[in-house]
């Protein structure tokens, strides 16, 4: 629509620590999302719609102007990288860490390992920064069970509190980068709205915690 931004926003635990901060920013949806079958809602703020998508879909929607901004984690923008798109704010929301895990005990026996995870490049990069040769096996879910099968040596997936890795047998070994949720902004949408997309930033970022800023 015409003079309407569109803001995408991820589902699943994103989306439940989302609202909120949209709510404290003057921000609502005008149906209840999570009882609602539909993908795109109107906003209580004129010229405004949220759209609500998976996350390995944001940035590519933002990218390409089908939205003009998003709400996505590190961990996706690490993975896809940022081309095209501005990153103005960390929400710091949806904390999480992007960890290396393998079964308790478990060393490199040379420099060649076999990595389960659906973060590729994050993977490639990471393992070559250290000298390694790592065979990727792109998996979608329970990357957990990958070394238990002999699928893989280690994974490299997001870590919360470390119990369903624990429940697996496995234990994280490295940190590879600290996650929360970022808003992306497509570039050409700022130059073309700017002036409703940076009301909508400041309404946003004084919406934050104290501590939850970031460039």
Not at 49 to 75: C, I
Not at 80 to 96: F, H, N, V
């Amino acid at each position: 629509m015409a003079g309407t931004l569109t803001l995408a926003l991820t589902k699943g635990r994103i989306l439940a620590e989302t609202l909120p901060l949209l709510a404290r920013a003057g921000i609502e949806p005008a149906e209840d999302i999570a009882s609602s079958r539909k993908l795109v809602f109107p906003s209580n703020r004129p010229g405004l719609r949220l759209l609500v998508l998976r996350g390995t879909d944001v940035p590519t929607y933002v990218r390409h102007g089908a939205a003009d901004l998003g709400v996505v984690g590190k961990d996706m923008l690490l993975e896809q990288g940022a081309e095209g798109l501005y990153e103005p704010l960390d929400l710091g929301i949806a904390r999480c860490r992007l960890m290396t895990a393998a079964p308790a005990g478990w060393r490199p026996t040379g420099s060649r390992v076999r990595v389960a995870t659906k973060f590729v490049n994050v993977a490639r990069r990471h393992f070559a920064a250290r000298g390694m040769q790592a065979d990727i096996i792109k998996l979608y879910g329970a990357m957990e069970l990958a070394p238990t099968m002999g699928l893989a040596d280690l994974i490299v997936d997001i870590v919360d509190s470390g119990n369903t890795l624990r429940a697996n047998g496995l234990e994280p070994l490295e940190e590879i980068a600290t996650v929360s949720s970022r808003l992306v902004v497509n570039k050409a949408s700022l130059r073309a709205a700017h002036e409703p997309i940076t009301e909508l930033l400041g309404a946003l970022e004084a919406a934050l915690p104290a501590d939850g800023l970031a460039a």
